[in-house]
């Protein structure tokens, strides 16, 4: 199905047609069964798209997080991505040092991370819009992404805004870069190139027009036959519905 | 022998110009309570040190408290957003940020636990944190070069726990995060509780016991010691606390901020006293 909507479906109040939920279910297929999978602090999505993609097609992936609970099972899902929540039916506990362990020597697979900013490089900066050391805007900082950006395996960063303010040609600060393999945003899916290192088109979300993409995109894009993400489908919007019924996928939307 | 102490004693031992580690992360298990004590005590000058913070730094940014910051992350993750008066401190220069990842703070503090003057970190290319603050040396034992971390030591650590006996043996339940790093890397150490229990009822689980009383200096019972954040088994964050604070936040004064402080630390002990 390409090029369009096709039937819109709908599930336990989740539609395949909502920008979260496109973003989701395109984070959760990137992930592989049995991989181990990281997630930090105010990462609401990437919590949501580990419990869908072992819901669905990979039950043996390894479910990391700051709470230090190994493949938890919680009850309810935490506004914050930290909370003793994610401790829930877990039967081993580590530490956030020793998650950062697994990844300095390599056994880390996959981390998600953000930046307020991402260029074209997929470098990022979680720190300060302009001068650092007298910013005109303090950001929150980047927590783990420094280091686990050269470390893990492979990162997956995701951005609830697509705009050319977010998407630029060179981030005026680093807070990290290193292993970007994709980018999920809610116009579109990029991955890295791997001759050149930049940022090109995997997909265009369904619904999304080329001429708004390049609009909202501070970086130069090739739009030669770049096909459609395709839409979720019928058992992942009933799995959505499922692990995650109060709608914690929609929170970094509001 | 007995460690326990009054809030405003354990406090009061805490100098001005002191550097701080504080345990939890972003809103769980924060010492919120010593924090508070920290603010009605008009404290100065003080340099913070966590991984992941969010209401503790930003209060004490808000309320004057504060010099130095060596932290990775302060903000409300996705219960509100930018820690206002951190962003606010910083940008009008009234607080140094030393601006660290977590992996790079959990180095300096294991430096500093192992008595060693820095720690080598894997990774750490390719960020402009790095430049001019963090060196590379050559690896002596073969090719190849390896960043490292100079040790943090902070002069105090304080943490909020479940359970500690009178004499200081505290017990984490649940997530741990680096508060049994941070009590090690620390010249003294100040425990909350939500309760004080026995030493014979941690005798029976010693391995529960994540910080042991030798490195403690006093013990405080503060029930309620997390609020507004939350504490494992006890308690969940208060979101409405927290959106209140935020609210108020956005354009405080440290006078406001510490009037606010007292009036919600007040009306919270009512509250709680009432459920009894």
């Known amino acids: 199905m390409r090029g ?48 869908l993609a072992k819901a ?18 919680p009850s309810r899902l935490p506004r914050s991505t930290t909370d003793p929540a994610l401790l829930e039916g877990t039967r081993a506990l580590i530490t956030l040092a020793d998650a950062f362990d697994l990844s300095a020597r390599g056994e880390l697979d996959t981390v998600f991370l953000s930046g307020v900013q991402i260029d074209a490089r997929g470098r990022i900066n979680m720190s300060a819009i302009g001068d650092p050391a007298r910013p005109k805007i303090r950001l929150p900082g980047g927590a783990g992404s420094a280091f686990l950006l050269p470390t893990a395996n492979r990162t997956i960063l995701w951005r609830t805004r697509h705009d050319s303010r977010t998407f630029v040609e060179e981030v005026s600060f680093a807070t990290g870069s290193g292993k970007v393999d994709r980018v999920v945003t809610p116009l579109c899916v990029f991955r890295r190139d791997s001759e050149g290192g930049r940022l090109v ?26 096909p459609t993400t395709p839409p979720p489908t019928a058992a992942e919007l009933a799995a959505l519905a499922h692990v995650d019924p109060e709608g914690m996928h929609r929170i970094e939307f509001a | 022998m007995s460690k326990v102490s009054s809030l405003a004693a354990a406090i009061a031992a805490i100098p001005d110009g002191s550097s701080i580690a504080l345990g939890g992360n972003t809103l769980h298990r924060s010492p919120s309570t010593a924090v508070h004590e920290l603010i009605r005590q008009d404290k100065r000058e003080l340099t913070l040190i966590k991984t992941a913070g969010a209401y503790d730094i930003d209060v004490l940014c808000g309320a004057g408290c504060v010099a130095r910051l060596i932290v990775a992350y302060v903000g409300f993750e996705n219960l509100r957003g930018m820690a206002l008066r951190f962003r606010s401190a910083i940008e009008t220069g009234q607080v140094h940020l030393e601006e660290h990842t977590c992996a790079s703070v959990i180095a300096g503090l294991r430096a500093a636990v192992q008595g060693i003057p820095f720690m080598p970190l894997a990774g750490m290319t390719g960020t402009d944190l790095a430049p001019g603050r963090f060196h590379a040396v050559a690896n002596p034992y073969g090719g190849g070069e390896v960043m490292t971390i100079p040790a943090i030591r902070p002069d105090w650590a304080i943490v909020h726990v479940q359970e500690a006996d009178s ?37 029976r689980q010693p391995e529960l016991t994540t910080i042991p009383a030798f490195q403690v200096d006093a013990v405080v019972e503060a029930p309620g010691g997390a609020w507004p954040a939350s504490c494992a088994g006890y308690y969940n964050i208060d979101e409405a606390a927290i959106g209140r604070y935020y609210e108020m936040a956005a354009q405080a004064t440290p006078e406001h901020i510490r009037a606010f402080i007292a009036e919600q630390v007040e009306a919270n002990q009512c509250a709680a006293v009432g459920a009894r």
């Open chain 1, 4 to 51: 369009g909507w096709g039937a819109l479906m709908t599930a336990g109040g989740v539609r395949s047609d909502e920008p979260a939920v496109i973003m989701v279910t395109a984070l959760s297929r990137l992930l592989r069964d049995g991989e181990r999978v990281f997630h930090g602090v105010a990462s609401p999505l990437p919590m949501v798209a580990i419990l």
């Open chain 1, 56 to 73: 669905t097609h990979a039950p043996h992936l390894v479910y990391i997080n700051i709470s230090g609970g190994i493949d938890p099972a």
């Open chain 1, 201 to 226: 088109l995997e997909s265009i979300h369904p619904g999304v027009g080329a001429d708004d993409l390049v609009a909202r995109t501070g970086f130069a894009l090739d739009l030669t036959s770049i």
């Open chain 2, 167 to 203: 004499e200081g043996n505290a017990r984490i339940l649940g997530t741990t995060f680096e508060d049994a790093l941070i009590a090690r890397a620390a010249r003294h150490v100040f425990v909350t509780c939500e309760k004080l229990v026995s030493g014979a009822e941690l005798a």
